[in-house]
């Protein structure tokens, strides 16, 4: 599905480059968020917005599924065994969990002195909102990213997927505290400090059917969203 029904849309914000955005995605609703110029990387982190010690867990994300990069089919697991959220449509490919985010340090090495807006400081201000804090961060999604992975263990940011039009659709499973900073991919290969706008549209989703990709990719999927679905079995 590329186009959204404009009457089931709720939220419809485009974030300029450097700048954050959070709120909560509730159950049965999808976040769309579009690239719109050739993103430089936007950077994700998730919670369980009804008790957010509950969280985005990338190495489980990664381990279960087999798999350290994420596109439509794959889902985004909880530090509890649970879905957060699924990915119901990608145009982009690649979406990385190896290589966290910018801060302060990183930028400076990478574009000078100046005023660099960074992914580390945008989280820590987002989460404020909400009764959070440092201690919150974990390591996050990066969107619009590929990372290649040496023998050797070293990474490389590789150029493409960042395409302007490019979307990813992230169904959630659960009431989803989402925050996102679009600012700068540490390892993107760019000396110049040029985070592109983003666009961010939350929209009231079909209910899955039976077969739905995610829900029946594999038996790890099978009983992650078992235990998710518990949650409002009541």
């Known amino acids: 599905m590329t186009e959204i029904n404009p009457q089931l849309i709720a939220v419809n914000e485009n974030v300029p480059g450097g700048a954050y955005w959070s709120g909560v995605i509730k159950r049965g609703n999808t976040l769309r968020i579009t690239d719109l110029a050739g ?41 509890m065994g649970r879905v957060l959220c699924s990915i119901t449509a990608d145009t982009s490919g690649y979406h990385d969990l ?46 619009f990213t590929r990372i290649a992975v040496a023998p050797d263990g070293q990474t490389k940011f590789v150029e493409g997927c960042e395409k302007s039009g490019s979307f990813i659709d992230f169904r959630a499973e659960m009431n989803v505290l989402v925050v996102i900073s679009n600012c700068p991919h540490v390892l993107h290969s760019s000396s110049i400090y040029a985070p592109q706008p983003i666009q961010l549209q939350i929209w009231k989703s079909p209910t899955p059917a039976t077969d739905d990709l995610c829900r029946t990719a594999n038996p790890e999927a099978v009983r992650g969203f078992i235990n998710t679905d518990a949650l409002f079995a009541q």
């Open 39 to 79: 993103s430089q990387g936007v950077a994700m982190l998730c919670y369980n917005a009804d008790n957010p010690i509950e969280r985005l867990n990338i190495a489980d994300t990664a381990k279960i599924q087999f798999n350290a990069f994420l596109t439509k089919g794959r889902v985004v697991y909880s530090d």
């Open 98 to 143: 190896l290589t966290g985010c910018s801060n302060a340090a990183s930028n400076q090495a990478k574009y000078g002195e100046g005023d660099w807006k960074n992914s580390r400081d945008n989280f820590r201000k987002a989460l404020t909102r909400w009764g959070l804090g440092r201690a919150d961060i974990m390591p996050n999604l990066n969107l």
